[in-house]
């Protein structure tokens, strides 16, 4: 279990639950799906990269390294305070598993490299984290009434079955 993942029983501590960090809703991705007939829900789980600094002023050196373009895996190695020794990498990350904050700032990211990184911030009661996502995995769902009316019997869905 890395530090940012949820303790059994943690409903996470902080004033921030009221507060909207810039997501929008219904922003459309619903609309996205290449089926119709399908919606697209958000990601489910990420692929997930972070430095954790205790102090303020290690964050912002940090910040200033990615700005100078150095890759996020290579200031993650000098300058994250925690276990995540793989470049930062806390590896594919399931939505409800994380520490709210830093959950809220994680999903709202979109995907990218190492060596281009969109990144955001967030201060938990672990210390200051710069995030970066690589990879989202999404779920698509069918409306019942649709898949309903392509069979009657879901289990004859299974190839080979009769």
């Known amino acids: 279990?890395?530090?940012?993942?949820?303790?059994?029983?943690?409903?996470?501590?902080?004033?921030?639950?009221?507060?909207?960090?810039?997501?929008?809703?219904?922003?459309?991705?619903?609309?996205?799906?290449?089926?119709a007939g399908t919606s697209k829900k958000g990601a489910q789980s990420i692929n997930v990269r972070h430095i954790l600094c205790e102090k303020h002023s290690k964050k912002e050196e940090a910040l200033a390294k990615l700005n100078d373009g150095v890759k996020f895996d290579e200031v993650?190695?000098?300058?994250?305070?925690?276990?995540?020794?793989?470049?930062?990498?806390?590896?594919?990350?399931?939505?409800?598993?994380?520490?709210?904050q830093f959950e809220e700032v994680a999903f709202a990211l979109?995907?990218?490299?190492?060596?281009?990184?969109?990144?955001?911030?967030v201060k938990t009661g672990f210390?200051?984290?710069?995030?970066?996502?690589?990879n989202m995995k999404h779920i698509s769902v069918l409306p019942l009434e649709r898949?309903?009316?392509n069979t009657s019997n879901p289990r004859n869905q299974v190839e080979g079955r009769k």
């Open 147 to 149: 898949w309903s009316s």
């Open 110 to 121: 979109e995907p990218s490299t190492t060596a281009a990184p969109k990144i955001g911030q």
């Open 1 to 35: 279990m890395g530090k940012n993942d949820k303790k059994a029983g943690d409903k996470g501590k902080g004033g921030d639950k009221g507060k909207d960090k810039g997501k929008k809703k219904g922003d459309g991705a619903e609309k996205d799906s290449k089926d």
């Open 127 to 134: 210390g200051y984290h710069i995030i970066m996502v690589s």
């Open 76 to 100: 993650a190695r000098d300058f994250s305070e925690d276990k995540a020794r793989q470049g930062g990498s806390l590896g594919w990350k399931a939505k409800g598993s994380l520490d709210p």
